[in-house]
Nanobody, 119 residues
Framework: QVQLVESGGGLVQAGGSLRLSCAAS????????MGWFRQAPGKEREFVAA????????EYTDSVKGRFTISRDNAKNTVYLQMNSLDAEDTAVYYC????????????WGQGTQVTVSS
């Protein structure tokens, strides 16, 4: 069983930056693909970014490319999401997710952290 705990959310002005962290416990962190998702009020949860297990290959949804950066530290069992040039459209609850071992299905989810961008 994997537990994920997000932190780093908060209130920020448009144009500002935040860094989200997701600490994983339960082992086998380096064997799992890690991702960030978000859910804005009244909308469905959407994919934001993901990072691979070994080579750190990354992918992003188009709306955050060039502004957000996902990274991981396997020694600390932590994945990060650096968010720059934030705007009101980025306001949402951000969730960390972990894949199945050596797989792509998102099996584990954190409780979420609120990010609010004021315009």
């Amino acid at each position: 069983q994997v537990q994920l705990v997000e932190s780093g959310g908060g209130l920020v002005q448009a144009g500002g930056s935040l860094r989200l962290s997701c600490a994983a416990s339960g082992g086998t962190f380096s064997s799992r693909r890690m991702g960030w998702f978000r859910q804005a009020p009244g909308k469905e949860r959407e994919f934001v970014a993901a990072i691979g297990r070994t080579y750190g290959d990354t992918e992003y949804t188009d709306s955050v490319k060039g502004r957000f950066t996902i990274s991981r530290d396997n020694a600390k069992n932590t994945v990060y999401l650096q968010m720059n040039s934030l705007d009101a459209e980025d306001t949402a609850v951000y969730y960390c997710a972990a894949s199945a071992i050596a797989g792509y299905r998102w099996d584990y989810w954190g409780q979420g952290t609120q990010v609010t961008v004021s315009s």
